[in-house]
């Protein structure tokens, strides 16, 4: 199966800061490649899908970039509301999730 | 709005059957061309797919699975469920049921629908 590894875990941030989160899979996955917001007690939320494009009702300060193995997921000008956990998700290949991403307040 | 939310028991005993229900408002499970999956998310760690059930009935699952999982669906009541046999402490997790729309593109079993999750633990 596809492992996927994503860094930095955690990663401390300010309010405006740009972040960027990455994925890297085991194989070339062909930007089958999608991401994860879960904040606890909250249902998950998809935000970009297919490496690039933003689900309905993202804010487009979300970005997703990427191709063969390697997919980021940007941020820019965070906002309090985005403080959480992100997981990148390949489907290339039955389906696997990265470790996640604990965005934390610095 | 469409919204999923998962039912059942929160305290299985080892070698049991976990098994639970979600429940689809607002849009029928057995018409629109949607998979219905189930996907956990052990305690400190990521996210594992479980596996999947469409309305034609069709169901996939995890290999690492397979051999334990059982997907059904209930039109009438617009509920999909999961059973998961001889269950371990390793099987404590909060469990999603979510809903992917059909491939098309490179967009694959995007799991654009959640409902808040249920934490099921294993325990005598």
């Known amino acids: 199966d596809i492992q996927m590894t994503q860094s930095p875990s955690p990663l401390s941030a300010s309010v405006g800061d740009r972040i960027t989160i990455t994925c890297r899979a085991s194989q070339f996955i062909n930007n089958y490649l999608n991401w994860y917001q879960l904040k606890p007690g909250q249902a998950p939320k998809l935000l970009i899908y297919s490496t690039s494009t933003l689900q309905s009702g993202v804010p487009s300060r979300f970005s997703g970039s990427g191709s063969g193995t390697d997919y980021t997921l940007t941020i820019n000008s965070l906002q309090p509301e985005d403080f959480g956990t992100y997981y990148c998700q390949q489907t290339y290949s039955d389906v696997t999730f990265g470790g996640g991403t604990k965005v934390e307040i610095k | 709005q469409v919204q999923l939310q998962e039912s059942g028991p929160g305290l299985v005993k080892p070698s049991q059957t976990l098994s639970l229900t979600c429940s689809v408002s607002?849009?029928?499970?057995?018409?629109?061309?949607?998979?219905w999956n189930w996907i956990r998310q052990h305690p400190t760690k990521g996210l594992e797919w479980i596996g999947y059930?469409?309305?034609?009935?069709?169901?996939y699952y995890n290999p690492a699975l397979k051999s334990r999982v059982t997907t059904g669906m209930d039109p009438s009541k617009n509920q999909f469920s999961l059973q998961l046999t001889s269950v371990t402490a390793a099987d404590t997790a909060v469990y999603y049921c979510?809903?992917?729309?059909?491939?098309?593109?490179?967009?694959?079993?995007?799991?654009?629908?959640w409902g808040q999750g249920i934490l099921v633990t294993v325990s005598s």
């Open positions: 059930i469409h309305h034609t009935g069709a169901n």
């Open positions: 979510a809903r992917a729309p059909p491939c098309g593109g490179s967009s694959c079993y995007a799991f654009d629908l």
């Open positions: 607002d849009a029928s499970i057995n018409i629109a061309n949607f998979y």
